[in-house]
């Protein structure tokens, strides 16, 4: 991948600053924990939508996401859809029910009401434990994304992203992070699509990018076999189902209703979300078989998009796993 240009790495740096800024503003009037935790509670289904989309479409499910279909096809796509499902039946059978706890802030206020405080305390233990393993993933994906774009060694790249997360999330609590998941969701949703259209557009159209990609790689089961299929898709429709961060994000909500549709809305909108980004790894496949697949969306970003656009693309995907964290 050619080295960005100073515009593209401007640009990129101007909109982590924005992000800093975005953030403490957002969050200037918290003064006190339940505003901190859950903002109030005054959110619509809308924000509730674009704020878990951010939440959950981290580095795995944009980078990694073209990385597997470019490696063995659109089957990827598939069992990411698993994850889909997951979020229309929390919609369709758990949201309702959120109304039988009015003050939760957290996973384990939910499990107090039914099982007391040993529930509500084993579940803050293991909900920490949990949100660690996925923090770290995140941070080193943070580190990789610095080095490889901005060409800045990975500990650095970490103290930086990591600052500015800590100082937004920490004077702003949920606020700050809905504003700024809000920017990064409008991000990635306009330059995504636009990546694998002008990809498509560079080949040739549709036809050509069927004539370069391996036939397989359009087959409904890849290079898997039909039981990894189900494992892989079973895993993501019951392996993140009530994580902390995503029913933090339920509690910020006006009431019920808004709960039940802002989920509703986010898991349907990751239905064509993951299709785009596994589908840019075929518009990578089909422009340079021979490159690293961890490479995919990257190398599109900077065939595909122009100068700025590029910068900005590339500093959604950095936010997102920001966001993430």
Avoid at 51 to 68: H, P, R
Avoid at 113 to 132: D, E, I, P, Q, R
Avoid at 188 to 198: E, G, N, Q, R, Y
């Amino acid at each position: 991948m050619a080295e960005l240009s100073y515009i593209d790495q401007s640009v990129i740096l101007l909109y982590l600053a924005f992000i800093l800024c975005l953030g403490v503003w957002a969050g200037r009037r918290v003064q006190d924990l339940e505003e901190y935790a859950v903002a109030g509670r005054s959110y619509t289904a809308l924000i509730v939508a674009a704020t878990l989309s951010a939440s959950f479409i981290g580095g795995g499910f944009t980078m990694g996401n073209a990385e597997k279909v470019f490696t063995i096809g659109i089957v990827n796509i598939v069992v990411l859809w698993g994850f889909s499902l997951k979020e229309i039946l929390v919609a369709r059978y758990i949201a309702p029910r959120a109304g039988r706890f009015p003050t939760a802030i957290s996973v384990g206020d939910v499990m107090e009401v039914n099982y007391g405080k040993v529930g509500k305390v084993v579940t803050g233990v293991f909900s920490v434990l949990l949100c660690a393993g996925i923090l770290g993933a995140q941070i080193g994906g943070m580190g990789y994304l610095f080095n490889l774009f901005l060409g800045i060694s990975v500990p650095i790249g970490i103290l930086i992203g990591m600052g500015i997360i800590i100082v937004y999330d920490t004077i702003g609590g949920m606020r700050a992070v809905v504003a700024t998941d809000v920017v990064q969701f409008l991000i990635l949703s306009i330059s995504m699509p636009l990546a694998l259209f002008l990809g498509i557009s560079d080949l040739g159209g549709l036809e050509a990018l069927k004539d370069h990609v391996p036939a397989d790689h359009f087959q409904l089961f890849g290079n898997i076999s039909p039981v990894q299929m189900v494992s892989l898709f079973l895993t993501f429709l019951l392996g993140e189902t009530l994580v902390p961060p995503y029913v933090r994000r339920l509690f910020i909500a006006q009431d019920v209703q808004t709960i039940r549709k802002g989920t509703l809305w986010s898991g349907l909108y990751s239905i064509p979300f993951f299709a785009i980004t596994g589908s840019i790894g075929l518009v990578a496949l089909a422009l340079n078989p021979d490159l690293n697949p961890n490479m995919a969306i990257p190398f599109v970003l900077e065939s595909a998009l122009p100068i700025g656009l590029k910068g900005l693309a590339i500093a959604g995907i950095i936010a997102v796993v920001m966001s993430s964290a």
